[in-house]
């Protein structure tokens, strides 16, 4: 997707400078922008990572995170992300100021932290629900931290290493489980009278987890998939 395939054009697009998480400080910025966005010069702000369209019909409905052109900062040779000295403000982009109170090392976080609450909203979790968090590194924790607000019936967390499985349980998680020690499937299996888990997060990165998902979430359970793949997820033809 990102760099082209042969029969595609890439994502992509150079030259970039890449950081589409980031926040910065407004060193200019003139009358009308600022009376419009309620900003200032040497006002803290966090940008969101997509710099909508406003035009098409995702924009519309409200869904610009959807757009089809799909402008990210970082990725295209007109967007520059945080790792550029100096980034230009589309009029179209969302930004926010920073509260006074917030630490840069914490306002850092907003962007990410977003997409983890997102994830957590699409998966429409009750105080019912037992729900699986399967990647326990940044994101992870954060959709665990926005998961604890939902009061499901269980947290789960699954997780390779030991020292994220112990961040999980600091931030919420009232199980953990290292799928490399412990049966994960049967251990959930054991948790739900053999039903599965209502909610599965899918957030490691690695096509595994996917499959991992589908076999432990019970029937009409809900199946959320955050991250994003180096390689395909599902067999092909010849089954690799």
Not at 82 to 96: D, H, K, L, Q, S
Not at 144 to 162: E, G, Q, R, Y
Not at 180 to 192: C, G, H, Q, R
Not at 209 to 218: F, Y
Request: with cysteine; proline share 5%.
């Amino acid at each position: 997707m990102f760099w082209g395939d042969g029969n595609s054009p890439p994502y992509l697009e150079t030259p970039a400078i890449g950081g589409h998480e980031f926040v910065g400080i407004v060193v200019e910025i003139d009358e009308a922008a600022s009376a419009t966005r309620g900003l200032a010069l040497g006002d803290r702000v966090a940008v969101e990572q997509i710099a909508p369209c406003g035009q098409c019909r995702y924009c519309r409905n409200g869904q610009y995170s959807l757009y089809k052109k799909h402008d990210v900062f970082g990725f295209k040779y007109y967007l520059n992300g945080g790792f550029a000295e100096y980034a230009v403000m589309p009029e179209t982009a969302r930004i926010y100021k920073i509260p006074d109170q917030m630490p840069l090392t914490d306002a850092v976080l907003i962007e990410p932290y977003a997409c983890a609450y997102h994830a957590v909203e699409r998966a429409l979790i009750t105080n019912s629900d037992m729900l699986v968090i399967s990647g326990c590194g940044p994101l992870g924790l954060g959709m665990i931290t926005a998961a604890k607000l939902k009061n499901p019936a269980a947290i789960v967390a699954l997780d390779l290493f030991d020292e994220r499985l112990a961040h999980a349980k600091e931030f919420g998680a009232d199980i953990v489980i290292n799928p490399s020690k412990t049966n994960a499937m049967e251990e959930i299996l054991s948790l739900t009278e053999g039903y599965g888990c209502d909610v599965y997060i899918e957030a490691t990165g690695h096509p595994s987890g996917v499959k991992q998902g589908l076999e432990m979430i019970r029937k009409m359970g809900r199946f959320i998939e955050f991250s994003v793949f180096g390689c395909q997820a599902t067999a092909d033809k010849d089954g690799v």
